[in-house]
C-alpha cells in the first residue's frame, strides 16, 4: 500500500501570500496524483488531477507540480475562502490512498 | 449535469447491519467506476474502495476488506456501502464519488451520509 504523507499539517498565512503544500509518497506513483480541497461542513472538490492538470472552473492561482514520489500544490493571491483543508490522493495502484491532509488558516 | 443524491443520515446499534445509497444521474453509471470513502468526523478522508458496474469488480481498502461490501444495481444507477456489524468505530461521514475514466481522480462528490452507531 502507498503511504502519501503530507507537510505542513497545518499553515497560517496571510491574504495575497503565497503557500506550498507538499505530498511524499513511500513509492512512485508516476504522475498519478490528485488534490482536493475541502471546506468546513462541505464535500472535497477535486482541484488537480494528474499532478499538474487543471480542473475547470477552479481559480488559477491553484496549481500542482511534481512526478514520482515528490509533489506539491502551489496557491497564489491567497484569499479568506482558501481556507480549508486539502487532500493528496494517487491512483497509480490498488489500493488507492489519500494523504493525511493540511489545514489551511488564513 | 452530475448528480450523485445519498441517503440520509443514520443512527444503528452496535452489531447491527446498515447499508446506505448513493443514486447517480448525468452520466452512464454501468461503465463510469464509483467508489466510497470515509471520514471520521475532525479527521481525513480514507479510501475504503471502489466498483465498476458493468460487471461489479470490486476492489477494497485492507481497512475496510471483510468489514465492508460495496455493490451497484445498473436498472437504478444506484451503488450501495453495506455494513455487516457496525462497531462504534465505523462512526463517519460516508461519501460516494465518481472517477474520472482517465485518472481516476474523484471527480464529483457526493453531499456524505453520516452514520451514528450508539447503543
Known amino acids: 500500500e502507498i503511504v502519501l504523507t503530507q507537510s505542513p499539517d497545518f499553515q497560517s498565512v496571510a491574504p495575497k501570500e503565497t503557500v506550498t503544500i507538499t505530498c511524499r509518497a513511500s513509492?512512485?506513483?508516476?504522475?498519478?496524483l490528485h488534490w482536493y480541497q475541502q471546506k468546513p461542513n462541505q464535500s472535497p472538490k477535486l482541484l488537480i488531477k494528474d499532478a499538474s492538470q487543471s480542473i475547470s472552473g477552479v481559480p488559477s492561482r491553484f496549481r500542482g507540480s511534481g512526478s514520482g514520489t515528490d509533489f506539491t500544490l502551489t496557491i497564489t493571491s491567497l484569499e479568506a475562502e482558501d481556507a480549508a483543508a486539502y487532500y493528496c490522493h494517487q491512483t497509480s495502484s490498488l489500493p488507492h490512498s489519500f494523504g493525511q491532509g493540511t489545514k489551511l488558516e488564513i | 449535469e452530475v448528480q450523485l443524491v445519498q441517503s440520509e443520515a443514520e443512527v444503528k446499534k452496535p452489531g447491527e447491519s446498515l447499508r446506505i445509497s448513493c443514486t447517480a444521474s448525468g452520466y452512464f453509471f454501468s461503465t463510469s467506476f464509483i467508489g466510497w470513502v470515509r471520514q471520521v468526523p475532525g479527521k481525513g478522508l480514507e479510501w475504503m474502495g471502489i466498483?465498476?458496474?458493468?460487471?461489479?469488480?470490486?476492489r477494497y481498502g485492507p481497512s475496510f476488506q471483510g468489514h465492508v461490501a460495496i455493490s451497484a444495481d445498473k436498472s437504478s444507477s444506484t451503488a450501495y456501502l453495506h455494513f455487516h456489524s457496525l462497531k462504534a468505530s465505523d462512526i463517519a461521514i460516508y461519501y460516494c464519488?465518481?472517477?474520472?475514466?482517465?485518472?481516476?481522480?474523484?471527480?464529483?462528490w457526493g453531499r456524505g451520509t453520516l452514520v451514528t452507531v450508539s447503543s
Open positions: 513509492q512512485s506513483v508516476a504522475s498519478s
Open positions: 464519488v465518481t472517477l474520472d475514466g482517465q485518472t481516476a481522480a474523484a471527480l464529483y
Open positions: 466498483i465498476f458496474p458493468a460487471d461489479s469488480d470490486t
